[in-house]
């Protein structure tokens, strides 16, 4: 990957990130993401293809155009049934290998693939980093699918609901063509929809959006009857550009085989579109709407092919039945709300939802030791480093001015004892100079005394300056921000955390936050032991993950965000996660035993109700020990 670096690949994977959590309103993710990766992986040509009824289509391509035998063994790589993900290997197809990546992992009926190919056999270090690329790439396309899923499915499936509604209610085959034409044009925001049957080895159009009747004469007719023919021979959806020969017709048309009965292809479906930014967000309109709507046009399509006496016998005999078994009202109602009731009281399992993040189970701040300010930074961040390899050479001038105070002083009261000394010895040792001798050495002992004590004092600063060097506690990784430029000239006051070493490379563990409303529930669940959750990573549609909670603190910490929260530790499983990330936010499911549905469902009116009335109501014992006590009248 000669081509990229750090920078680009960083940026350009913020650029569709920032697209994908948008929903992608301009549908600008793919196209941009084609073009991206080309230059990036150093490829000839980079695809995005979909699978639509059980065939692969290719939506997207940057670079060269593969020959049909290569584009070929691409796609039957990317589209195997097998492995989510998968590298051919250089040797059984050089020089033109094929690496590829299939999403989203938890919607394989609906599944898309991102293949690049390389016209010259790369090294395997550009094939592990050109992988990893793409990997990461079809983690944020998945994120993106889930935003636009979640951004379209309900109006999606009502629509097409409502649209079956209307097929089922047409009266003759016309009626009922020019509804699944309209109905498709409007469910696939297409600019024009056709439907063709075929003739022998011609198609002959039969409805067409937007046309009330056909013109079997007209040139736009004839030149659709041609460009449909090749469906009935395959079966393969196809594809194409048509704006080089007609530049008045839609850009991208889709064809598709529409079949009439599970066993029989003898109809044709063309959709066209105009617009080329927001094809893939149609073809999956297509690939989720489609067999609903086909399967109510087969069926209407079979209603109506029987005779007119067989449909008003058979609509005669269901009236006949429905009313026969009609039930009075009252009683279904209370067969009704007998059946909600008992439902209610069904014990269910009762989950917390909590928010987490990822973290080391080994890990250490690494705290400035006295007043000071960063001499020398020995490492950078992400570097690994061992147990007690220096990491930072703090410089504190206090600490500094101390100890040139008391090495001063230990000089003056040197010289001034060794003045001493030599006044004593020149005393001579007659009664008149016993008594300045006696004072002398007193003097010299007690500036002994003081130097002693300033020695002690000089020790004790050089030890402090000693802890000036920061070393590792452990073996890890220094995990912060820009470390050169948020500590660079920064005055430290003791105990300020400057960074971390966390062992990336041993177990990790999940902090979790539980709300202090949920932690009771939790607390007691815990009281059985270890209770085994469920987890799983915002950025990342993975689901199945498992954890096991261990403790929750006593202590509540107000949250900017959360409010009041509990601090809770879960232990991972080994293997769980390929390249975890420290502080990544991440969702987890606690279950906290059975509980009514009644009671899952009215969770917050209930707790209300006990704040409210029944924790304020005075304990019966309470009551009885406030009354006087009555007298007794003993009998005599």
Known sequence: MSDSNLDTTDWVLGELEAIARNADPQNLFYPRLTQSLLPLLNADCVLLAIELESKPLVLFSSGNSPDPKSLQDGLQLAFDRHPASAELDPKSIAPDPWIAVRFPKNNPTKPLAILARFANRPSQDHLAGAKNLIDALADVAELREVYVENNRAVGLWKQAILRSQDLTNAQSHQQLHRGLVESLRETLQADRVSLFLKQNQAASMIACSGAASIDSNSAIVQELERSVVGIFQDNTPKLWNASENQPDSPCYRLLLAWPSSPDSLTHGLLVEWSDPQAIIDRVQRA??????????????????????????????????????????????????LAIVAGLAMIPYPFYIQTQAYLEPTSQRLIHATADSFIQELLVREGQSVQSNQPLVRLRAPNLELQIEEVTGQIRALGEKKNALRVAVNQLSPNTSDLANQTRLSAEVRLIEIQEKHAQDKLDFLDKQRQELLLQSPIQGVVVGGDLSRELSDRPLQRGDALFRVADIHGPWQLKLLVADRDGGYVQEALLGGPIDIDWGLENSTRRGLKAKLISMSPEVDQRPNQGPCRSATASLGESQLEQPAIGAIAYARIPCGKQPLWFIWSRPMVEFLQKRFWLNSTPLGLLRKNQSPEPVLLKQ
Do not use: E, H
């Not at 449909?311 to 009704?336: C, E, N, T």
């Open 287 to 336: 690939s989720s709407v489609l067999p609903m709507i086909n399967q109510t046009w087969q069926y209407q399509n079979r209603w109506l092919c029987l005779p007119r006496r067989a449909q008003d016998q058979a609509i005669g005999k269901a009236a006949s039945q429905a009313a026969s078994r009609a039930l009075p009202k009252p009683l279904v109602a209370l067969a009704f």
